[in-house]
């Protein structure tokens, strides 16, 4: 814009962090950035029921069994499964790929005689 003081800078009117502009693609927000984050990083997180199941059961998961875990959430994300069943050697996990979340728990050997539901695919360790 014109300004008729010599040497004086006009201040531009400036994108505002979060707001959409026309012709502008939206900025993630924070909590999207933290979920891509924890997905980049691999980390399966416990939700509290299977934090409580873990501990009446008494399952322990030891730095072997996360790193099971967090591969077979990435191989489930590669073939675009949502809810998986993981069947470690020691216990049965059904995750939530897109939220990288463990939602139930069990023994290896309580899963035997089980019928599991509301996956869309499985992972197995043996």
């Not at 006009?10 to 900025?27: C, F, H, I, N, Y």
């Not at 399952?59 to 790193?67: E, H, K, L």
């Not at 979340?101 to 050997?109: C, D, F, G, L, P």
């Amino acid at each position: 814009p014109f300004d008729p003081a010599p040497g004086r800078i006009t201040p531009q009117p400036q994108e505002r962090p979060g707001r959409s502009q026309k012709g502008a693609a939206q900025k993630p927000d924070f909590q999207e950035l933290l979920r891509r984050a924890s997905r980049e990083e691999g980390g399966v997180s416990l939700s509290r029921h299977v934090q409580e199941r873990l501990q009446s059961r008494e399952i322990s998961i030891d730095s072997q069994q996360a790193a099971l875990l967090d591969s077979a959430v990435r191989m489930a994300r590669e073939k675009g499964i949502r809810d998986t069943l993981v069947l470690t050697p020691d216990a049965a996990f059904i995750v939530n790929v897109p939220n990288n979340t463990v939602v139930t728990a069990m023994e290896r050997q309580a899963a035997a005689q089980r019928v599991f539901t509301n996956i869309d695919g499985a992972v197995v360790f043996s």
